[in-house]
């Protein structure tokens, strides 16, 4: 398994950005496609946005869409969400999460992924 480590996370108005990193140790992101989720106070944790190895492709959730980015930075292990025009209802702690590129899964559902960071706080105010 990967370890991974979140950093980035912060105090922000409404309407500002922040860059989130998920480092990797152990071994590097090849191989693997690496997700953002996210769990607000009393809620369960849900799908942000994840970046496939094999074609780096995306895929967002319908409420980031539009203002977060996920890219991935090979040569320095990391994988970064870019976070912009945030609001209120984006506060939450987000977790980086990375797993085995499988052609057959979507890797939107917790389920997919099997090697977790220990999250960083995000809060927005309004």
């Known amino acids: 398994q990967v370890q991974l480590v979140e950093s980035g996370g912060g105090l922000v108005q409404a309407g500002g950005s922040l860059r989130l990193s998920c480092q990797a140790s152990g071994r590097t992101f090849s191989g693997l496609t690496t997700g953002w989720f996210r769990q607000a106070p009393g809620k369960e944790r849900e799908f942000v946005a994840r970046i496939r190895w094999t074609t780096s492709a995306t895929s967002y959730a319908d409420s980031v869409k539009g203002r977060f980015t996920i890219s991935r930075d090979n040569a320095e292990n990391t994988v970064y969400l870019q976070m912009n025009n945030l609001k209120p209802e984006d506060t939450a702690v987000y977790y980086c999460?990375?797993?085995?590129?499988?052609?057959?899964?979507?890797?939107?559902?917790?389920?997919?992924?099997?090697?977790w960071g220990q999250g960083t706080q995000v809060t927005v105010s309004s």
């Open positions: 999460a990375a797993e085995t590129d499988y052609y057959y899964k979507n890797y939107r559902n917790e389920a997919d992924f099997g090697s």
